[in-house]
């Protein structure tokens, strides 16, 4: 019978008291005795009234020396009394390995640690083709972010792989390597766990300003350590003669050396922990490192990322691929790419290449044009998890013309040209190459809605109201503060409003909108008609100034080219077609900068003048659903005549944009 999580916290929390450890110790002790216990090598015969967990296993002086080499916290050799060890063995009967990660990482969804199922794990071997290696030379693979180990199992078990790991949190570390250590079958390569899994940090652990202080320190110790380092590794990981713990101890020592004379580089780093991987003979910076870099990064969103990483992500190689508030999982992707001289296969948040925050590292993408493949819809998912998320796989050694895109729901690889992925967000728009290319012409060819009427972003209101929402005014250096309020406070039957387009994926509402917040504007600028798109979350408003009596709070759009009416423009932002546009091209949850982007036709153009009696007879109707129908369906058949869409993609259009009232 399974022990209940909450009861397991309870009791380990009162048994450590009475066992005289720390409560981090006896989960550390439950953790080993839990591999020890269901391995062969466990060892219940005891004649002492004191032991230890190192005398419970039954191993070989060489192997017992592996096992206290990968330990963290120090209890292995922690001599207690027979009986308590008989008290955790007994716990540990009623538990699994669920249980043991629910005790030592019961707060999981803020680590942003979510362990991937075998079937994910599979996909990405099979994609990166990483266990069909046929050649004589040892390929390397590294999860830069191992938990539990999930995705190098595979990896282990084959014997021209050279798996490798990092994992930052000590209680997860510890359940990998002692899970490894008892599971493999392969004898070497559970000795070399020393060497090959280490316990660090990913993200401090790049940083390539090493590299400088190396080149400072010609000629010094350090760099005739870190000769020696290199060389005992590179001879013991991928030599051929046995393997014995005094050579895995030299190579430790050696680390230890270096740690002791140079503080600064006590802590986990790849330059100086893996030396073999990532310099020659000469110590000379090789280009790329690992064959394969796997795994599924942590997903943490941005303001419960620690502020040093914060900072320490303002530098090289990050600055040029992140941008604002990004998931913690994108430096991960960064430093993979960095990483791996063949492909890369990871686990991560939708985020990277449908949000702002991915913006950088997709143009990276273009710029580059690696062989990419991505796999979103994946019929998997994470336990507690609410965020969409998808499988990348890159090739860095072959260039391609487009990105494989695959949704599980279209049961079809759909390309998408990197030539159609456009500024300033370079998003992947999922739709036909046809339709791509005419976009990508209307893009080229058109004007920009910035380059033809000034966008006003700051709370405004019309001359009309202003007075009623000015409550108080008090001068302090110059600086007038306001009060804001709702506009429709001063009278339930107010009846002025907007109308309004709300844009979001797949959808659309028209809205009359009376309970929007305001504030006074400039005099100069609040007397002008204007059309207004505000920002309500991730979703995307088109709102028409009625006679001066809207109250707006994002920004406003104001035309200063008369060849451009209000009315007509209003119409065109109303169309299927700029929806279409907004959703695919630049971004769902639009702002002011992005929406200037939109291609408008020719203000010369006769189009205006007929949008804007479809605009006005639909303002002087009852704006009911029909009405609205007819009115949408009058300017797309205008737009679709004047950009002279094809079929194809004015099905597309509509299709892919909907409309429905909202009271």
């Known amino acids: 019978m399974e022990i209940k999580e909450e009861n397991l916290h309870s009791r380990i929390q009162k048994k450590a008291s009475r066992y005289k450890v720390s409560v981090n110790e006896l989960k550390s002790m439950i953790v080993k005795f839990y591999f020890i216990y269901n391995s062969s090598s466990f060892s219940s015969e005891q004649n002492q009234q004191k032991t230890s967990l190192i005398n419970l ?66 996909k990405v071997y099979d994609l990166l083709d990483i266990l069909s290696n046929n050649s004589k030379k040892t390929k390397t693979v590294i999860d830069i ?3 539990i180990g ?16 990092v994992e930052v949190d000590p209680f997860i570390y510890e359940f990998q390597v002692f899970k490894l250590f008892f599971m493999l079958q392969d004898n070497r390569k559970r000795k070399l766990l020393p060497l090959i899994s280490k316990y660090g940090d990913s993200i401090l652990g790049y940083d390539e300003r090493i590299i400088k202080q190396m080149s400072e320190r010609k000629n010094t110790t350090f760099l005739k350590l870190l000769a020696i380092l290199r060389e005992k590794r590179r001879e013991v990981i991928f030599g051929k003669k046995e393997i014995s713990f005094q050579d895995i101890k030299e190579c430790l020592t050696k680390r230890d050396e270096i740690s002791k004379k140079y503080p600064s580089l006590s802590k986990f780093s790849f330059f100086v922990d893996l030396p073999e991987i990532f310099f020659d003979e000469s110590l000379s910076l090789q280009k790329k490192f690992f064959d394969f870099v796997i795994g599924n990064p942590p997903w943490i969103e941005y303001k419960k990322i620690n502020n040093r990483y914060k900072e320490f992500l303002k530098r090289e190689p990050y600055k040029n691929r992140i941008f604002g508030k990004y998931n913690f999982a994108l430096p991960f992707l960064i430093i993979a790419e ?43 998912s994470f336990k507690d998890v609410s965020n969409e998320f998808f499988l990348l796989s890159m090739d860095l050694k072959n260039e391609s013309n487009y ?31 046809e339709s791509q290319k005419e976009i990508s012409t209307i893009l080229n060819n058109y004007p920009k809605l910035k380059e033809h009427s ?47 387009f709300e844009v979001f994926p797949g959808k659309e509402k028209i809205i009359y909108d009376r309970k929007v917040l305001g504030a006074p504007g400039d005099h100069q600028i609040f007397e002008k008609p204007k059309i207004v798109r505000r920002n309500r979350g991730k979703k995307y408003f088109i709102g028409l100034d009625l006679e001066g009596y809207y109250v707006n709070d994002i920004f406003d759009i104001i035309i200063p080219d008369e060849q451009i009416d209000l009315y007509g423009l209003f119409g065109y932002l109303s169309s299927s077609f700029v929806q279409f546009i907004v959703e695919s091209f630049i971004v769902r949850d639009i702002t002011s900068n992005l929406f200037r982007e ?19 007879n639909w303002i002087k109707s009852d704006r009911d659903f029909n009405q609205a129908v007819i009115f949408r369906k009058r300017i797309d058949k205008k737009v679709t005549n004047y950009f002279k869409l094809s079929q194809n993609l004015t099905k597309e259009c509509f299709e892919k944009t909907s409309m429905y009232w909202f009271e």
């Open 57 to 122: 296993v039954n191993l070989n002086q060489d192997d017992k020396q592996i096992l206290l080499s990968l330990e963290k916290l120090r209890v292995l050799e922690k001599k207690l009394p027979v009986w308590v060890f008989e008290q955790i063995k007994n716990i540990i009967k009623t538990i699994n390995e669920v249980n043991i990660l629910s005790l030592i990482q019961d707060k999981t969804r803020l680590t942003g640690q979510y362990f991937t199922n075998r079937i994910l794990v599979k």
């Open 145 to 147: 972010s191992s938990g």
């Open 150 to 165: 999930d995705f190098l199992y595979p990896a282990f078990e084959k014997q021209e792989i050279m798996p490798y790991s």
């Open 454 to 500: 000034f966008i006003r972003r700051g709370l405004t209101i019309t001359k009309r109201y202003k007075e009623k929402y000015i409550k108080k005014k008090k001068y302090s250096n110059e600086i007038k503060s306001v009060e804001i309020v709702r506009h429709n406070i001063f009278s339930n039957n107010y009846k002025e409003g907007v109308i309004n």
């Open 403 to 433: 990105i494989k895109f695959h949704k599980r729901k279209d049961n079809h690889e759909h390309k998408i040209d990197y030539s159609f992925i456009f500024p300033p967000l370079f998003l992947f728009s999922n739709f036909s190459s």
């Open 338 to 380: 960095s990483l791996s001289k063949e492909k890369v296969g990871l686990i991560l948040p939708s985020g990277i290449i449908t949000d702002t925050y991915g913006k950088k590292w997709r143009k990276h993408l273009k710029d580059n044009r690696y062989d990419v493949e991505i796999y979103t819809d994946l019929d998997y």
């Open 598 to 616: 939109i291609p408008i036709p020719f203000p010369s153009s006769d189009i205006w003048v007929t949008m804007k009696e479809i605009t006005k």
